[in-house]
């Protein structure tokens, strides 16, 4: 079982930039694929982004493309969300996510594609 801790949410304006981590713990950190949702209050649990076990492959929900960006440090076991010109519509709990996969450039979108979820940070936009 992975433990995941995230942590760097907060309070920033309109337009500004937060980056958030996800720190992992296991062995097998490497051949895990990762993901980022997020929750708003009344609103479903959203896809956000996710990255290869490899690190190689990268996939964004579409409100968030061109903005954020998902990158894997495998040495320090940690997953990184940098979020730029964030909007009040961002305002959510981030969580992070993993799952276990033998398919290091396969990436994977779903709530249900994962088995081990963070207890999330707060990240509030205000306008």
């Known amino acids: 079982q992975v433990e995941l801790v995230e942590s760097g949410g907060g309070l920033v304006q309109a337009g500004g930039s937060l980056r958030l981590s996800c720190a992992a713990s296991?062995?097998?950190?490497?051949?895990?694929?990762m993901g980022w949702f997020r929750q708003a209050p009344g609103k479903e649990r959203e896809f956000v982004a996710a990255i290869s076990g490899s690190g190689g492959i990268t996939n964004y929900g579409d409100s968030v493309k061109g903005r954020f960006t998902m990158s894997r440090d495998n040495a320090k076991n940690t997953v990184y969300l940098q979020m730029n010109s964030l909007k009040p519509e961002d305002t959510a709990v981030y969580y992070c996510?993993?799952?276990?996969?033998?398919?290091?450039?396969?990436?994977?979108?779903?709530?249900?594609?994962?088995?081990?979820w963070g207890q999330g940070t707060q990240v509030t936009v205000s306008s």
């Open positions: 296991g062995r097998t950190f490497s051949r895990n694929a």
């Open positions: 996510a993993t799952r276990g996969s033998f398919l290091p450039a396969v990436t994977y979108q779903r709530v249900t594609d994962y088995n081990s």
